[in-house]
């Protein structure tokens, strides 16, 4: 068994990997899902052992057939990297196990282990990015991860996701391309691709202009990919058309991968190695968290299809996340990578909740949603719970992010309290848009009364389902009370990113 | 059970009560009415227990869990927080009385939910009577807004459901958008948010950001009503009479005046704030409130708006009670809340009984009322010179203190307002009193109606004996509160 936990890093991508090609052979029904289930919670126990091992000292670090780096590829978990997979796995698993009466209903029977095979490519391209010291191999499971969720994305039933995917898949591979043009221009300088020995011989080129571009190309675009406002547009769409299992497992954790690598490339690679970056960095990214927060809220608000609604409250988010990094400070940036698990668990619990509802109703527009409580108390009940989070109620996960972030904020000085208000602003509109929700499922009266035919039965969603949503609404909570381990992970995350070490 | 189990035991009974509400409501009517007042008394049992070791000088104290370093839901009983809690545990039976006979009086829908949500607003007073710190109050503050509104709007329909919707936005955006940045300021700053005799700010924050962080400490927290952010109050006005009972006098205004005295007593410290002169602004917002919001509820011709503009009034008299800053004026602001309670729960079961037996909620078809609804009217009138202040009643005992406090200030703007607004006081309650029983009666024949039912009734002259009680009998909440500024731990 120890020898079995030595691999743990490579088995992380490894087992998904692997079972995928063997989930496309599984055609009896329901055998594809059970395997993709099970690969997939397998993942998320790698990654609590990771996390544990992590938190009881130091980093993981595995090398690919013994061969040592630079020769060999080298793998890595610390903090960041751990609570990344955490999120990841965890995303993963909870939509799977959810989902397997909503994807019956979604994807026709014989296309389903291909739909199965494609997620677990996915899992595995984001483990894999996770895991990666080297800055190719991070390009080459980027573009797994992403054209394995344009797949998933357009597997859907709903032709809409289409021209989405088609526009998420220019723009990501601009994204992707933009980042192996700056990788590239690091390897023509450094002649590396291991992070680690780019940030140690990267300081001697620091001020050739090749470097300085590939900062840039990087920088941009790893915000596309991570949907930074405003290179954010093939997010809505993306997120509202595809399949609602995928919009659980993408919304949870997508974007946040890319912003994981935003951060290490330029936290360890630039950050103190190029003369002002850091400078740069903030006053490039802060005008723009700040902008993602107040229009991505504000467009929320107006916003009357429950998926695109939360979309766009993803896009603000991000803004939050994005915010603390921007300020470049541990405790600025604790708050962001502790917004990363929170917000995770906030947007799965309400896409949970989402795909619940999407049992039983046809059209996710706030009015069609008309009294959905009556029908449905347990899953608006999670809903409420997970917006609540969303909000940062005291009590919730959400509230300590936002604690962290508005802390961090007071410490920048007169900046700060500006910040600060548009923390508050932001969360403010996200009561009222989180309140719309709750209004239409609680309090408006169905406009066409009990039309025949298109009324759906009067009853919840399946039991699976429902328990799944309320397992992760409840950690909302669990997490918002205890509050050790996130915390521990995200700071020592925030220290090692400005320490350098990797 | 030890001091440390009351407490939270004191915050399960109405949790535990509302469960039960809501399954024995399946059953039968009578069964859930049973499980309400069980409840209610079962609660006042733990609160009041309480009491005795609070006199005696002990502060039991307990803690939940620790959310960050720092910062943890814990709980602890000093003299106002007792005495809110002791308030609202008391009047919640009373209430309950009331609600059975309107409730079932006007057949209202869904009285279930009703119920349930009241014992929940009831567990979330417990809490921020009892939190010993500011983050576990702002957790119980939130749980009561969100508790009250689906009581608030009860009826559902479009008028009401646009009204709650003023509530409920006024009361969430200005404590996320004010209050939690102010708590957070507070735990930044002073590096803890436990409420400590003496305070705790003193040092960390000066000069005009005192000024500030009370400012959004007193804006923040909507529920005390104080100009400009009373607007929520008039709105709630179309909830069921009980309910407005319940935001009144039991629990959601006194939740926010309580918030107010407490963070000036144990978070600024009256000292503290009365060196600072950036913080004087506080005593003249309150003094501007109670003359316009006089002024306006003179022009009512709605009862129950003119007793929401009433209630605000009332309320800026404990903030600025709170303002002037000396102990014999604290003590007054804690006085005040009960005796408010006390007179305004008797002038809205009054209202509601009236509309109970008549359907009448104009002031002018009041006219010979009290014939038809002597018990009522009677009941009215002591909480309408409780308002103003006349002895016997309580009103005259808080203003006592509240003016002996002015003096020991010599705040003589203080001694103005107060007269003023006595003055115009009088001048909106005495012609419904008189019209009440000395007009004749115009009430067409086909709509003749006697007393409201018996519950309604039992209720309002419970509390007017209380109104007219507390003038005599002050001297325990009197002693309670005196501890609140001798400075015991």
Redesign the interface.
């Known amino acids: 068994m120890t020898d079995l936990a030595t691999h743990l890093p490579v088995l992380q991508v490894v087992v998904p990997l692997l079972l995928a090609p063997l989930v496309v052979l599984l055609r009896p029904r329901g055998l594809a899902w059970a395997a993709a289930t099970a690969g997939s919670v397998m993942a998320l126990l790698i990654a609590v052992n990771l996390a544990v091992a992590v938190l009881g000292g130091t980093d993981v670090r595995y090398e690919l057939g013994g061969w040592s780096p630079p020769y060999g590829i080298a793998l890595r978990v610390d903090a960041f990297s751990a609570l990344l997979l955490l999120i990841v796995t965890g995303a993963s698993s909870a939509a799977l196990l959810a989902a397997r009466r909503s994807i019956d209903a979604a994807i026709e029977t014989d296309r389903q282990p291909l739909f199965y095979a494609s997620w677990l490519l996915a899992l595995a391209g984001l483990a894999g990015i996770l895991v990666s010291a080297d800055a190719f191999n991070i390009f080459v499971f980027m573009e797994i991860s992403s054209l394995a969720s344009y797949i998933l994305v357009a597997g859907g039933p709903d032709r809409r996701a289409l021209p989405a995917v088609f526009k998420y898949l220019i723009m990501g591979t601009i994204g992707a391309t933009f980042y192996l043009i700056g990788v590239g221009l690091v390897y023509m300088m450094t002649g590396t691709l291991n992070l680690a020995d780019m940030e140690l011989r990267i300081h001697e080129v620091a001020d050739q202009r090749p470097i300085l571009v590939a900062a840039g190309f990087i920088t941009v675009g790893l915000a596309l990919k991570a949907a930074v406002f405003p290179l954010h547009v093939w997010l809505p769409n993306a997120y509202t058309y595809a399949p609602h299992a995928v919009t659980v497992f993408l919304a949870a954790c997508a974007t946040k991968v890319s912003l994981y690598v935003l951060m290490r490339f330029d936290f360890i690679v630039f950050q103190q190695n190029l003369a002002g970056h850091e400078a740069q960095f903030a006053a490039f990214l802060m005008p723009l968290a700040v902008l993602a927060i107040l229009v991505g809220s504000a467009v929320a608000l107006f916003e009357n299809n429950l998926k695109r609604l939360l979309a766009y409250s993803s896009v603000a988010q991000i803004g939050y996340i994005l915010l603390g990094v921007s300020m470049v400070t541990v405790a600025g940036l604790s708050a962001g990578v502790l917004h990363m698990f929170n917000h995770a668990l906030a947007k799965g619990a309400l896409f949970l909740a989402v795909m619940c509802l999407a049992t039983r109703f046809s059209g996710l527009d706030l009015n069609q949603l008309a009294g959905a409580a009556r029908r449905m108390p347990w899953t608006m009940a999670a809903l409420v719970l997970a917006g609540l989070g969303l ?1 940062g ?3 919730t996960a959400g509230f ?1 992010s936002k ?1 962290y972030l ?2 961090a904020a ?1 410490n920048e000085g007169p900046l700060g309290f500006f910040l ?1 208000a548009v923390v ?2 932001g ?2 509109m996200a ?2 848009y989180v ?1 719309r929700i709750v ?1 239409a499922a609680w ?1 408006a009266t169905p406009a066409t009364a009990d039309g025949p035919g298109d009324e759906p039965a009067p009853r919840e969603a399946p039991v699976v389902m429902l328990l799944v949503t309320w397992a992760v609404a409840l950690a909302n909570v669990f997490f ?4 050790g381990t996130q ?1 521990e992970l995200a700071e020592r995350a925030a220290g090692a990113l400005l320490g350098g070490a990797p | 059970m030890s001091p440390e189990q009351l407490i939270l035991a004191a915050l399960g009974v109405p949790l535990a009560g509302a469960l039960l509400i809501g399954v024995s409501g399946r059953f039968s009517a009578n069964l859930r009415e049973a499980a309400t007042l069980l409840t209610s008394l079962a609660l006042i049992a733990c609160v009041w227990s309480l009491l005795p070791g609070i006199y005696a000088g002990d502060r039991p104290a307990t803690q939940l869990v620790e959310v960050l370093p720092g910062i943890d839901i814990a709980f602890r009983v000093e003299p106002l927080g007792m005495m809110f809690a002791a308030l609202a545990s008391g009047l919640w039976l009373v209430n309950s009385i009331y609600s059975i006979g309107y409730m079932r009086g006007n057949r209202e829908k869904n009285q279930t939910r009703f119920y349930v949500m009241f014992a929940v607003s009831l567990a979330a007073a417990m809490g921020i009577a009892f939190a010993a710190n500011l983050f576990t109050l702002f957790l119980f503050y939130e749980m009561l807004t969100l508790a009250t509104y689906p009581l608030v709007s009860h009826k559902g329909d479009p008028a009401t459901v646009r009204s709650a919707r003023v509530y409920l936005g006024i009361l969430i955006s200005a404590s996320l958008g004010l209050l939690l940045p102010a708590i957070i300021w507070t735990y930044y700053a002073a590096g803890t948010g436990d409420f400590t005799p003496g305070g705790i700010l003193e040092g960390h924050v000066a000069g005009p950001a005192v000024g500030l962080l009370l400012g959004l400490f007193v804006f923040g927290t909507a529920k005390a009503a104080v100009m400009p952010v009373h607007r929520w109050l008039p709105a709630a006005m179309v909830a069921p009479t009980p309910v407005s009972a319940l935001l009144h006098a039991v629990a959601v205004v006194k939740a926010g005046v309580f918030t107010i005295t407490k963070v000036i007593v144990y978070i600024f410290g009256i000292d503290f704030l009365f060196s600072e002169p950036s913080s004087g602004w506080l005593f003249y917002a309150a003094a501007f409130t109670i003359i316009a919001a006089s002024v306006v509820a003179l022009r009512q011709q709605n009862l129950k708006r003119l007793l929401a503009y009433s209630t605000i009034a009332q309320l800026s008299y404990v903030v600025m009670a709170a303002a002037i800053l000396k102990p014999l004026a604290e003590v007054g602001a804690a006085m005040h809340m009960l005796a408010h309670a006390f007179g305004k729960i008797t002038l809205f079961f009054a209202a509601g009984a009236i509309y109970t037996a008549s359907k009448k909620t104009e002031l002018g078809q009041l006219n010979g009322i009290g014939r038809r609804m002597p018990v009522t009217m009677a009941a009215f009138t002591i909480g309408a010179l409780s308002m103003i202040g006349v002895p016997p009643t309580a009103g005259f005992i808080s203003k006592w203190y509240i003016l002996a406090g002015a003096f020991q200030a010599d705040n003589y703007l203080a001694l103005a307002t107060i007269i003023a607004s006595t003055a115009l006081n009088a001048a909106y309650f005495l012609p419904i009193v008189y019209a009440a029983w000395f007009r004749p009666d115009t009430t067409p024949a086909d709509r003749a109606h006697g007393e409201a039912p018996f519950a309604a009734v039992l209720a309002l002259v419970i509390s007017a004996a209380l109104t007219l009680a507390f003038f005599g009998y002050s001297a325990p909440a009197y002693e309670l509160e005196a501890q609140l500024v001798r400075g015991q731990p």
Do not use: C, D, K
């Not at chain 1, 918002?480 to 509050?483: A, S, W």
């Open positions: 909000i109620v005291p009590g300590i604690w508005v802390t007071l600060v508050v602003a969360s403010l009561v009222v309140w209004e309090f918002g009370l205890v509050t915390r």
